[in-house]
């Protein structure tokens, strides 16, 4: 499928469908800015991770910044279309939560920074706020001419 | 990395971590239920597509139906862990609209049934409505003990 697809959800699936891809997003999320700490979260080989960070640079997400703390390193960190990724991470985290999950099994849980509470269950809404369920909606795809 | 990762998005993205997988959901919620609708929406090979559909289906995420016209074809439909995805599908969807198009390049739209209205932009709140930005939010991970 080429770029040029009029879908979205294609165009933003040619970067992230991909596991690795998103769980590096996940890990810029929290704080993770080096090789060798991706490769330690996400017990990866290098050649793979290697390639995903690369696609994660050329595709604007990720940018790479010479270390603050003065070594050697490079940094990751996420651009502003990477910081972007926010509300995709989250809606995969909630699917994992509700539906991956045993009722009571624990898992880790996205809180406010400030108060520890837990974030809401995000869902679509019209622009005055109602919750819009799939069936309450439609796609208006692009004439063909 | 095993099922039984403590991270939620690690376990959303062992099934849903590919680009396939996520552009089937999306056909499935635009209405798409029989294997040679995906084939011809999708230009993907049989072999790829059927893997991706016992995926689906062994996900819980698809189930086959009979067919409800009375032909002997089976019908792919999401079930309620399926239809759950629908934030994760805008959630792709609104990031790709806003970070994978040119400025004014036309996209197809997702709209309220009723009115053609374009839905709010989706973002990640707290439990009474207020906005979090991922730099307002932490991940408390689990005890490792």
């Not at 009029?6 to 993770?32: K, N, Q």
């Not at 939560?97 to 920074?113: D, I, K, M």
Request: proline share 6%.
């Amino acid at each position: 499928m080429p770029f040029s697809s009029p879908c979205p959800v294609a165009r933003a699936t040619e970067l992230l469908g991909d596991r690795w891809v998103l769980l590096i997003v996940r890990d810029a999320f929290d704080g993770v800015h080096r090789f060798s700490d991706f490769q330690r979260s996400l017990g990866v080989a290098r050649n793979i991770l290697s390639d995903r960070l690369r696609r994660l640079v050329d595709g604007g997400v990720l940018a790479l910044q010479p270390a603050t703390d003065g070594t050697a390193y490079q940094h990751y960190v996420l651009t502003e279309a990477g910081t972007a990724l926010f509300p995709v991470v989250v809606a995969l985290r909630q699917w994992g939560e509700a539906q991956r999950f045993a009722p009571g099994e624990a898992h880790s849980r996205l809180v406010e920074r400030g108060n520890g509470r837990e974030l809401a269950y995000m869902q679509p809404r019209t622009q005055r706020g109602r919750v819009v369920q799939a069936a309450d909606s439609r796609v208006v795809k692009l004439d063909p001419g």
